[in-house]
């Protein structure tokens, strides 16, 4: 790869899966902006750039803050869908051609907008993504963890009257305090209804957490995880049982998980054997889409055109794509390379 726009070429062309984004967190500013003002939703920001310079986050708890705020401006069916259309747009222009968007209904159905809305507009551009794209799609609903059980219960049962519709569960939201414990129950009636159970842990919450999420709520991917390194013995175990981990680096870097790329430990975690992906997590607030994750590590860590075709086979694995899917997906990765 002689130069840097080549490598950035490179990156955006291979073949790749997606696995932890947040549809609501690829709500750019400009459309943020319209949606307010076609919904008569008041925001603090009088225009794009005001709303980008208030991006600056001490944790994840101040990003939270603005990122539910943001989501007010989300009313109707079509606001869904445009927000997921702008979302699979974008995944097209870098060639993603799988993608496991989370989406977060508690967010909405606490102010009144319906569920059946919420996932109808963002079904409707997942199939369009399909259609127009090929891009193929596993759509996975989150629980906000500082929620109460019962809400997460009660949501459950809603998201159980479109169960073929939906994949799998996560969880989302302020991780510390709120342990992977909390929700057995519901992760486990998840398990009965045949839904995939994936969820956030050792982002900023303890390396406890991600054992309690593959323990207690029998989780087969976890979200962040990048604290698993505090813990030895774990770190066997996720390298043993192949448990995948969405790594996020720009978002790692945005809430002040890690005070910088070079001190990512991604590289660390590739070198340990975990299968590690990387991830956009919320790309308009943390400005980067996944190639942009892909490519800021590897100038910060050295990574060569092989460890981000490494990065892409791991995200067709540790995709919930049935095996024929995958399969495709990790030929599509080899003519690539024949073509180079
Ligand atoms: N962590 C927890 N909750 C979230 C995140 C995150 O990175 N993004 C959106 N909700
Ligand atoms: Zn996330």
Partial sequence: MQDRAGFAEFVRSLPKAELHVHIEGTLEPDLMLALAERNHQPLPYPDVSAARAAYRFADLQSFLDLYYRGANVLQTEQDFYDL????????????????????????????????????????????????DFGITSKLIMCFLRDLSVEDAEHTLATA??????????????????????????VFDQAGAYGLHRVAHAGEEGPASYITGAL??????????????LDDPVLVQRLVDERIPLTVCPLSNVKLRVFESLA????????DAGLLVTVNSDDPAYFGGYLSDNYLAVAEALDLSPLDMVTLARNSFEASFADEK????????????????
């Fill in 84 to 131: 997921t259309w702008a979302y699979v747009t974008r995944a097209a222009q870098e060639n993603i051609r799988h993608i496991e968007p989370f989406f977060d209904p508690q967010t909405h159905v606490q102010r009144g907008v319906p569920f059946g809305l919420v996932i109808a507009g963002i079904l409707h551009a997942l199939e369009d993504a399909h259609e």
């Fill in 325 to 340: 899917r995958k399969a495709t997906c990790l030929a599509e990765i080899d003519a690539f390379l024949a073509t180079r």
């Fill in 215 to 228: 323990d207690v709520l029998n989780v087969e991917r976890i979200d962040h995880g990048v604290r698993c």
């Fill in 160 to 185: 159980h009257l479109y169960q073929s519709r939906i994949a799998g569960v996560g969880l989302d939201s302020a991780e510390i305090g709120n342990p992977p414990e909390k929700f057995e129950k």
């Fill in 263 to 270: 001190s990512h430990p991604l590289r660390r975690m590739m």
